[in-house]
């Protein structure tokens, strides 16, 4: 089907678990001809869940993507469906669907009610851009007038209904361009008018049409892109109604995706910026088929039999086969040999992919999550405004369950990292220690049983070492005269630094101060590398510093001995000369702490955490009895909470945890770190 940009519609389903987003996604492929019959969740048959452990825990655990084509009056559409997991384990893949769409689709589950991912859902796809539209699923039962209330409660009036459950949850009634019918509850004429009220609103020259004339005045086309922009600013949430098992109104979703839903050039523009840092300034892709490619990486797929295959978003310019892209700021193009659309698990070749288009490439290693792919040196340095991800705080050291794999778990486990951004990876060659993080325990498991599943490698696993950190409490000034003489050559460097702390999460600061040059200036890079190699390996207990600026301000040089290799020693040893004097202190990790409890058992947890230095922040009381308890906890303190809390609440308490800060250790916690690496450096 030859579609235009204009025809492209790119939709995320997200929400809690066990909304039905993958039952959706297979009744719309089912509505829009791609598939035969719908698949169910259940049988393990569905397009989405394909994965061996995705069918057995009937649930979702990885991003998936299909198209739908129709042909419609106003032209061919071409719809890229994007399900998602909703276990906020699985989050990591979720988010990143939602840099590669201009529609977010949040499923609302009409059994449940609004559900914990749903607010997140709706706060990540407000922060970042995304029109937002409310899928009421599961109107074959359920309260739905209670629901629109309380989503409104929620989320803000701008909520509508654009069409209502009929006939008992069995179909629905359209509110947008015929309202004609009875609905299950409420009036389609009133739904009618709140939503054109709401999305006349948006533009002034159109209020007045309206007002003069009332809604025969205004044209379609008028109508229509009012509504676009309500939705690029989130004056409309609209709400829909479906029944993804019996297929009630998905048909109406699908023309409601054809008609008003964003195409890629109404969305909001995506965040591109080019450079890093504080230089970053923001660059704007056109989605013109005839510019140079812009396009970017939001999935990678490491299947063991087809390869790498990496999932891009075009954005600008016509990729197309056969010809050559570049990688980020690489200098190698890449040839695109074969070109893809996917279907689950399948692909299907193609010759080109437009802007706005998903497609994907197969085998190239070099592609990475979040690669910018284009194909003139002008985009170098171009990177889409990375998402919020949450750092992932639960570890665990981990060695292969059987001699001689370590190389084989090592490239699993990268493969792994590749496909999840809350999931990494990371040899500690200090400790020697591998160590796999993840947003929970089951995200964890769960991957770690993906790697045994698709690579067949298995690992023996226990809690990791704490990620300490080392900064000092005062200023201080240091000072250090390198000089050696052996046979030959000399060697000689003095450097004179001050250092003074930062402010929590300031990092470092290397500050060249020196007059007249007392330290020539070829030899200031040997300083900083000798401080660096201080801060790489800290200066009391073997962990990375953090928080410190240092100010070289003076020294001497000796014009035949002097070499790097001097002023890196006399930067290094006069950065620990201060160090010693400026009151090390050593950091540890404080997470920001939420266990989910029954009632009962409330007294119980807090009571366990106030011996864990938690400081609790609240409660709150969740649906179904449950209460949170929020709380910070240094991390050390719930390397093995799981265990602990499963033996209060019989099971039923859960939790989750989320990096927040650094803060100095207790002075008794500081002294057996200091102990435990003394005898460390000893043996060197
Ligand atoms: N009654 C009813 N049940 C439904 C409907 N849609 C889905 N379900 C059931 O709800 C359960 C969850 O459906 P899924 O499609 O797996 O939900 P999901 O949102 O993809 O769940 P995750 O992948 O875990 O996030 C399954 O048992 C479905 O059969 C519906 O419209 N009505
Ligand atoms: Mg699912």
Redesign the pocket.
Known sequence: MAYTTEGIRNIA?V?????????????LLHAGGVIQTPG???RGT?V??YEPM?KD?????NTVIASIDRSSASGDCHINLI?????ADFRGPTLTALAAVETCAI?V???NGIEF?THRMMEHAKARGLARVLIV?????GNCRALVEQLRETFGPECLPINLPAQDGKSVVDCFFKPQGVADFSSVAEAHQRIIDQVVEINETVMDHFLDQGEEGLSGQELHDAFEQCLREGHLVPVCF?????G?GVKELLDFIDRLLPNPMEGNPPPFVKGTGATATPISAVPDQKKHVIADVFKIVNDPFVGKLSVFRVYQGTVKKDTQLLIDDGKKPFKVGHLFKLKGKDHVEIDQAIPGDIAAVAKIEEIHFDAVLHDSHDEDQIHLRPLDYPVPMFGLAVEPAHKGQEQKLAVSLHKLAEEDPCFRYEHNKELNESVVRGLSDLHLKLMLERMKERYGVEVKSRPPKIAYRETVGGKAEGHHRHKKQTGGAGQFGEVFLRIEPLPRGGGFEFVDEVKGGTIPNQFLPAVEKGVRQVLEHGAVAGYQMQDVRVIVYDGKYHPVDSKEVAFVAAGKKAFLDAITKARPQILEPIVNLDVFVPDAQMGDVTGGLASKRARISGTDSMRGGELVVKAQVPLAEITDYQTELKAMTAGKGRYAIEFSHYDPVPAQVQKQLVEAYKPRVEEE
Do not use: C, M, W, Y
């Open positions: 389903l929400g809690h678990s066990a909304a039905g987003k993958t039952t959706l996604f297979e009744a169910s969740v259940e569905t989405s869940d995705e825990r009937k649930q979702s655990l399900d998602t997991p909703g276990a499923v589950n009409a059994h991912n699923n599961k109107i074959d039962g479906v029944s993804a098992r019996t009630a």
